[in-house]
């Protein structure tokens, strides 16, 4: 196994790659009794496009959330049980851009780190099986759909994005779920649970050769086929957004108000697009929160209240910036973000405040076993790790910021509203 040594934080990550092409990355933490494991995969709701050695696949929207709900269901047993009659609670997601299983344990670490890889890395899939889950996720979306601020932040990105996959809901619509097949579940499964696509993130007390070893025995009893080159396609997204306003006919009793600006900001890969979120943060921050002196006069003229929120979100090949609130005064809000946006201050004291409270929570989350582990699966895939992400946070400097802020664009706008 490598191993990567911090000797500031007093850390070491192991990292190996099986034979099969299961990747593995261990922190051991002898000093503490919780255990914590994921198996993941970089497959989430936007990967609806996959090429496997040259061959175009196309999936339905919600194929990856749908692949996590049929995992759990086995024909013999409760997986959830399982685990917790061995003293395990375990759970999954699925996000945009991968979908996690994990476990955590203060018991021993052999049997349910197992059970975990036994039951990611095997599908029972019948007709019967799949008919029956459309109709449980296609409730779940109807619930979903009733929730005022999960409905603006959905519609919102609908009206941003024409082609690309984050203008779906993570699990999909009633007609693409209700499109999905048997057959189209097992290829998506097949690509992207293979073990050359999965990454197995562990923090635990647990000496790090024992656990390997654990793994190797696992998966030596296990075979899987080649399945060569799997790459995802960029996608032609182009500046204009879908639909520039949009009212939804909701019953609420305060006036909620979306809108968001899209971005074309060229990046030369996924690290690239993850400092630019960095960066791009901590100018909402600077301009958008309490460090703000203004802020507290948009509360007391009742422009925004206590629900107000911003966020950012950029990839390789789009991004957005987007402002959330109740308001009466919709007129004032968006003059107030559109301004704001387009005279973005870059302030050096509230900068270091911001970077110190940032690396107060990236320190912080070293010892936070779930947020560790998931920690280093994201950092793999950005062809990073742990410790390097926390110092791209410690290098932004006040000239990164002003750089950033004349490319950010005000453009291409989306506003969405639900009426009182």
Known sequence: ??????????????????????????????????????????????????????????????????LEHKLFEKPDEDILSVFTNMGAQANAFTSYNETIYYFQTTKELEKPLKTLLDFVMSIDLTQVGVDKEKGIIIEELRMYQEMPFFRLSMDLLESLFVNYPLRYDIAGT??????????ELELAYKTNYHPSQLLLSIVTPTDPQEVLNIIKDNQSQKQFLPIGNVETPSINEPSKVNRKYHEIDMKVNA?????????????????????????????????FSKLNPEYQNWINQQIINDLFVYQCDFGVDYGYIQFVSETEQIDKLKSLLVNKMSNLEVDEDRLNQ????????????????????IGNFRAHFLDSDAFEVIEILENITIDDLEHLRTQISVENISEVLIRK
């Open 255 to 287: 006036t909620k108000y979306a809108i968001a600006f899209k971005q074309s900001i060229p990046f030369l890969n996924e690290l690239d697009a993850y400092k630019a979120n960095v960066m791009t943060q901590m100018l909402l921050d600077i301009n």
């Open 354 to 373: 911001i970077k110190k409270r940032y690396l107060g929570e990236s320190i912080s989350d070293l010892s936070d076993f779930e947020t560790f582990a």
């Open 1 to 66: 196994m490598k191993q990567l040594v911090n000797k500031r934080f007093d850390e070491t990550i192991y990292k190996t790659k099986l034979d099969n092409g299961l990747t593995v990355i261990l922190v051991h933490k002898p000093e503490f009794r919780n255990s914590v494991a994921l198996l993941g995969t970089n497959f989430g709701a936007k990967q609806l496009t996959q090429s496997v050695n040259g061959k175009l696949h196309t999936y339905n929207s919600g194929i990856a959330h749908f």
């Open 174 to 183: 009633r007609d693409s779920v209700m499109a999905i097949t048997k057959e």
